[in-house]
């Protein structure tokens, strides 16, 4: 029984390290599809000159980044707590 309940835990590990790195890989990713602005500086803060709302594709790319953040934070604290 004992064996078990270490053997679920350790696979509980394991499923949420590889989730982790999934979330972080796609977080990533939607993050710097959204960079706006030409050249290296808008990576840096630059280029932020004007204020433009976000529309369309930008729109639901803002919502799945804050969603996959959320995910990430819960996949951080579980793997703190288990």
């Known amino acids: ?31 710097a599809i959204q960079q706006r602005g030409t050249a290296l500086g808008s990576a840096f803060g630059g280029g932020g000159e004007f204020y433009s709302s976000r529309r369309g594709i930008q729109k639901k790319l ?5 969603g996959v953040a959320g995910i990430f934070i819960i996949l951080s604290i579980l793997s703190l707590i288990i």
């Open 1 to 31: 029984m004992v064996i078990r309940v270490i053997r679920i835990a350790v696979d509980m590990n394991q499923i949420l390290f590889y989730g982790q790195i999934a979330a972080s890989i796609i977080l990533i990713v939607l993050i």
């Open 62 to 66: 803002h919502y799945a980044t804050i």
